[in-house]
């Protein structure tokens, strides 16, 4: 028999916006349970996003997790930016008056856990969603597998935070999504080392070999990526392969100070823009990558799960609080114009900094642009506005 247990918002997915959403609605006494593919060593392993915006750092304070963040996180006021044999700063803090902070999202992932399982939350592990049902009518129900057997966790609202490869989102009918893509020609292989970064601050190239990040988790662990083909494999990368070629792209003056090491951890990620819309069905909402990747040039999909979570955990707490439905209707149309605003942007930096085949006239455009971007006023105010993170909504 079919064993049932219920709680008040189920929700799929223990990355950053399910857990987030689940300790954000826990502190208005709104009870939750996350069902989670992986075991906890896995999802505590991954190696993921770093760049933090300050809407996603207090959103971290508001739910009080914020400890390490604020003892170990980096904020940095700027970046660099390294093309046709310049290197120039963009101050986001003289433009905007804010900046970014450094903090892993390994790390983010762990002190929520932690934080979850210390409140007496309940997130159960290995524990594959399989289908969300009754989404449109009734108390829906989510079905998954639990030590080999088939349960429902049956809720008031389902929250689908399961990534791209989830099954919320594929629990909807086709006909009644619409799916938007632009895939790339080109990936990024991405290295971990513990070695001490080259600069202070994240350094953007636009090299005439392909792009290349330096970027960093703290004072001595460093992320580095490089430009590869869609197709190409880790295998193929040794560690001194991938450091000769790094060196190839960066700046002399990063090179002089480039220290390398043994990986961590070698990883390739590709580079694709989608949008699913809407995201809500009835009772049923998407948030974070179930709903929208982006490529990572702009630093944004972490900071868009975040942004989802802060409009749905207001949505829910104005429903349970005030029976208010209204905000649950705004959720999505909301939601996506942030989404929209942060893929626009994330697209046009990814145009501008990595080599779309050989092309001359792209990378003379493409010079052309960053020479404006480094020398205008008005230019450099919209690049840092953008990269420290659009504002959140009103939402009341
Ligand atoms: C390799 C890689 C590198 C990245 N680098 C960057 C970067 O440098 N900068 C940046 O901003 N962004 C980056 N991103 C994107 C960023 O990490 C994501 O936007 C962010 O993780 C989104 O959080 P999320 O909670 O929505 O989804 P996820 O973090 O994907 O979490 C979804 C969770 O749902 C679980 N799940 C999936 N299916 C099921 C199921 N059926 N049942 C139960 N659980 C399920 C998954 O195991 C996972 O734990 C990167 C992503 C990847 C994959």
Redesign the pocket.
């Known amino acids: 028999m079919t064993k049932t247990i219920r709680t008040q918002v189920g929700i799929?997915?223990?990355?950053?916006?399910?857990?987030l959403l689940s300790h954000l609605l826990h502190q208005q006494g709104i009870e939750t349970i996350i069902?989670?593919?992986?075991s906890r060593e896995?999802?505590e392993g991954?190696?993921?996003?770093?760049?933090l915006e300050q809407g996603t750092a207090w959103l971290m304070r508001e739910a009080g997790v914020n400890e390490r963040l604020d003892r170990e996180g980096l904020v940095h006021d700027g970046v660099s930016l390294a093309f046709g044999g310049r290197m120039e700063r963009i101050d986001f803090k003289a433009h905007t008056g804010k900046g970014v902070i450094v903090y892993g999202?390994t790390e983010m992932?762990r002190d929520f856990i932690q934080a979850r399982l210390d409140a007496g939350g309940s997130i159960e592990f290995e524990?594959?969603?399989?289908a969300v049902e009754d989404y449109r009518t009734g108390s829906p129900r989510i079905v998954?597998q639990k030590n080999g057997e088939t349960q429902e966790l049956s809720c008031d609202f389902v929250a689908g935070?399961?990534?791209?490869?989830?099954?919320?989102r594929e629990s909807i009918p086709a006909e009644q999504l619409t799916l938007y893509e632009k895939v790339y020609p080109f990936a990024?292989l991405?290295i971990l080392a513990d070695v001490p970064p080259v600069n202070d601050e994240l350094i953007y190239v636009n090299h005439e070999r392909g792009f290349a990040l330096c970027?960093m988790r703290s004072h001595t662990r460093s992320?580095y990526?490089i430009q590869c083909s869609f197709d190409d494999k880790v295998e193929n990368w040794s560690d001194d392969a991938f450091w000769d070629e790094l060196r190839c792209r960066l700046p002399p003056s990063a090179v002089e100070k480039l220290v390398t090491g043994q990986r961590l951890e070698m990883?390739?990620?590709p580079l694709r823009g989608f949008v699913a819309e809407p995201m809500s069905f009835g009772k049923l909402f998407l948030?974070?990558?179930?709903a929208h990747?982006?490529p990572?040039t702009?630093?944004?999909?972490?900071?868009?799960?975040a942004s989802?979570v802060f409009y749905l955990s207001r949505a829910l707490i104005a429903y349970y609080a005030e029976k208010r439905t209204d905000l649950l209707d705004r959720y999505s149309e909301t939601a996506l114009r942030r989404v929209w605003g942060s893929i626009r942007f994330s697209l046009w930096y990814t145009g501008l900094l990595h080599k779309f085949g050989d092309d001359p006239f792209n990378h003379r455009l493409q010079m052309a642009d960053l020479a404006y971007l480094t020398s205008s006023e008005a230019a450099g105010t919209a690049f840092a506005e953008n990269y420290v993170g659009l504002p959140f909504e009103k939402f009341e």
């Open positions: 799929i997915g223990s990355g950053p916006a399910g857990l069902l989670e593919r992986q896995h999802v991954r190696i993921r996003a770093g760049v999202q992932t524990a594959p969603a399989l998954y935070c399961d990534g791209f490869h989830g099954v919320a990024w991405g970027s992320r990526y990883s390739i990620t948030a974070g990558d179930a990747i982006m990572p702009g630093a944004k999909g972490l900071n868009l799960a989802d």
